[in-house]
């Protein structure tokens, strides 16, 4: 049985330029509001914008009764600065009394969509995804079944990162990436612009172990039945011999080579590449994500010529008078 394909019917994108300053490059102020965003945790708050752009993009909302609405969301890394912080205040500083109460709230990734989900209304379910470097794409396949078992008619998947405590300046993921996903059917009865579809499937092999025969090309079966179609493949990957070998095995089953992006220090350079190929040109693309921890993650994505798509990037949260 194939995965089913969900309609991609908004995407938002926020992230650096090349060449910003730490620190300098996004301003709460101005993406998010003048109030109320000072002590929200740069992952949240990028996250944030990205899900305001999906929204702006096309991605429904405001239809579906807030029961109806669900979120899945992904983030490794990126409240390390933050968690850095709580526990020299708790070991070394003075204790947990000494803890900041607007911070305070953020103390486990769960809480990556807390605000997200309170602005937005999202209330038939939070799911918040952590897996190594794949957990971009396993938030896609999570709210996917969810989709599919009828828990929400609408959902925001996304994915942020804030830089590593340490890395060097300009270094590291930051940013976040936000799409709006729901079903096909319902998305051309409400005469949506879709940007293209996709499905998602992941898999895990205990590191030490043998990749079982036939794993990863029924992953890419159950994603692409019609395996006769022209496909890229881009493979975001750390290097290591598990996720080569997994790569490996996707070139084959696909009948082509993969193209390579080396992987980032958390899941969103994953999240990237699928945006990129939601908003670029007509075509059918494979993409993997894998690291040596044992977890890969495969998502299909399929886009048809359309003035709507070609050539547009990913939607940018304006700026925003009020809250």
């Known amino acids: 049985m194939s995965a089913t ?3 991609v ?7 650096p330029e090349a060449g910003a300053e730490d620190g300098a490059w996004f301003d709460h102020r101005v993406r998010l509001g003048p109030r109320g965003y ?11 914008a990205a899900a305001r752009g999906a929204l702006d993009d096309g991605g429904r909302c ?14 490794n890394g990126g409240f390390a600065e933050l968690f850095d912080a709580m526990d020299r205040q708790v070991a070394v500083e003075g204790g947990a009394a000494g803890l900041s109460p607007a911070t305070a709230p953020y103390f486990a990734v769960s809480l990556l969509g807390s605000r997200l989900t309170a602005e937005l209304a999202l209330k038939a379910f939070a799911l918040t995804l952590a ?5 971009a794409l396993e938030a896609v396949e999570a709210g996917g079944r969810a989709l599919a078992a009828g828990r929400c008619d609408t959902l925001v998947v996304g994915a942020a990162e804030h830089r590593l405590p340490g890395s060097p300046a300009g270094r590291g993921e930051q940013g976040a990436i936000a799409m709006t996903l729901e079903p096909r059917a319902a998305a051309e009865a409400r005469g949506a612009r879709v940007r293209g579809t996709v499905a998602a499937r992941s898999l895990f092999v205990p590191p030490g172990r043998e990749l079982p025969d036939g794993l990863v090309p029924g992953a890419v079966r159950r994603l692409l039945p019609d395996l006769d179609t022209a496909v890229e493949v881009h493979h975001v990957t750390d290097g290591s011999p598990f996720a080569s070998a997994v790569g490996a095995e996707v070139d084959r089953a696909a009948g082509t080579t993969g193209r390579v992006t080396p992987a980032g220090s958390g899941c969103l350079t994953g999240a990237q590449a699928l945006a ?7 075509g059918t693309r494979l993409l993997l994500t894998a690291t040596g921890e044992g977890h890969a993650a ?5 886009t048809a010529p359309g003035p709507y798509r070609n ?5 940018t949260s304006q700026k925003r008078e009020t809250h």
């Open 5 to 7: 394909q969900w309609a």
């Open 62 to 75: 405001e239809a579906v009764p807030p029961e109806r609405r669900g979120a899945a969301l992904a983030l």
């Open 9 to 15: 019917t908004g995407v938002g994108a926020v992230a």
């Open 298 to 302: 495969l998502a299909l994505v399929r």
């Open 276 to 282: 990129g190929m939601l908003t670029g040109p007509p």
């Open 38 to 48: 000072k002590y929200l945790p740069a992952a949240a708050q990028y996250l944030l």
């Open 311 to 315: 050539s547009e990037k990913p939607h």
């Open 131 to 135: 897996t190594p470097r794949v957990a």
